[in-house]
T-cell receptor, first 111, second 114 residues
């Protein structure tokens, strides 16, 4: 089946740790996105990538990093510089100018 | 700056009543417009989309939306709400000239009274 797979579904991070969230797609879409969702704030764009080996900062990129070495994969690293990382993270893909397709999300909690 | 406004954080309607969720956006040209629905702890599902043509678009689950250029609005409607429609609804706008950037509103939580 075609789709977007995010893993893990739940992730716990200790203070000062870096963690990496996985996003894999087999839709053959060029564009991939990472959004952060907090209650009452909608989805805020962290990073997006239109093509392999290229990506742009979104509105809240500080404390996050990404890579796009393969078309299918767009991992997000939440670094220790992100002071409030507890949130629901959503990965999305699309083909230019079309609707976005979403993964099922990863809930990250700082413990 | 690109922005999408959903002015209603929460809306409560009785089952069988009609529904309208509001969405306004800031943009000069005609953007690509979307409505998504999200159940708790899940990803987002596309309800409908507008790219061009007829300004009244039909979506899944009996939803429709109307694009009004003069008001920069894209309101979502349903004539008769079902209890299963209770969820959070997001309006989104695609800005092709900003690298295909998708901007979302803050969402509207719909509660349905039986």
């Amino acid at each position: 089946d075609g789709g977007i797979t995010q893993s893990p579904k739940y992730l716990f991070r200790k203070e000062g740790q870096n963690v990496t969230l996985s996003c894999e797609q087999n839709l053959n879409h060029d564009a991939m996105y990472w959004y952060r969702q907090d209650p009452g704030q909608g989805l805020r764009l962290i990073y997006y990538s239109q093509i392999v080996n290229d990506f742009q900062k979104g509105d809240i990129a500080e404390g996050y990093s990404v890579s796009r070495e393969k078309k299918e994969s767009f991992p997000l690293t939440v670094t220790s510089a992100q002071k409030n990382p507890t949130a629901f993270y959503l990965c999305a893909t699309n083909r230019g100018g079309t609707e976005a397709f979403f993964g099922q999300g990863t809930r990250l909690t700082v413990v | 700056a690109q922005s999408v406004t959903q002015p209603d954080i929460h809306i409560t309607v009785s089952e069988g009543a009609s529904l309208e969720l509001r969405c306004n956006y800031s943009y000069g040209a005609t953007p690509y417009l979307f409505w998504y629905v999200q159940s708790p702890g899940q990803g987002l599902q596309l309800l409908l989309k507008y790219f061009s043509g007829d300004t009244l678009v039909q979506g899944i689950k009996g939803f429709e939306a109307e694009f009004k250029r003069s008001q920069s609005s894209f309101n979502l409607r349903k004539p008769s709400v079902h209890w299963s429609d209770a969820a959070e609804y997001f309006c989104a706008v695609g800005y092709l000239e900003y690298g295909n950037k998708l901007v979302f509103g803050a969402g509207t939580i719909l509660r349905v009274k039986s």
